[in-house]
């Protein structure tokens, strides 16, 4: 079992910048992938970037490459996403995910452990 609680979210302004964590507990935190999703207003959920167990190995998105930063601080059992250049369509409810089962870890049917999700709104 693995239980996750995102926090760091909040209404920013295009341009500004936001810190997402995403705290872990339950299965030894540096033994399993971790990625963040984010689905938006009427929109489906959708892969934002992924890190493995190995912090050197990430994955982003197209839409989020050279703005945002996925990393993990596996002696803090903690996740973290950095959200740097916000635009207007960033917003959504980001999700912190975990995978400890085989699959595309692009797709979030890959991830059976997720958290709660915590809101990022940016105005414009």
């Known amino acids: 079992q693995v239980q996750l609680v995102e926090s760091g979210g909040g209404l920013v302004q295009t341009g500004d910048s936001l810190r997402l964590s995403c705290a872990a507990s339950?299965?030894?935190?540096?033994?399993?992938?971790m990625a963040w999703f984010r689905q938006g207003p009427g929109k489906e959920r959708e892969f934002v970037a992924t890190?493995?167990?190995?912090?050197?190995?990430?994955r982003y998105a197209d839409s989020v490459k050279g703005r945002f930063t996925i990393s993990r601080d596996n002696t803090r059992n903690t996740l973290y996403l950095q959200l740097n250049s916000l635009k207007p369509e960033d917003t959504a409810v980001y999700y912190c995910?975990?995978?400890?089962?085989?699959?595309?870890?692009?797709?979030?049917?890959?991830?059976?452990?997720w958290g709660q999700g915590t809101q990022v709104t940016v105005a414009s």
């Open positions: 995910a975990a995978s400890t089962r085989s699959g595309d870890l692009l797709q979030p049917w890959s991830y059976n452990y």
């Open positions: 890190i493995y167990q190995s912090p050197e190995d990430i």
């Open positions: 339950g299965r030894p935190f540096s033994t399993y992938p």
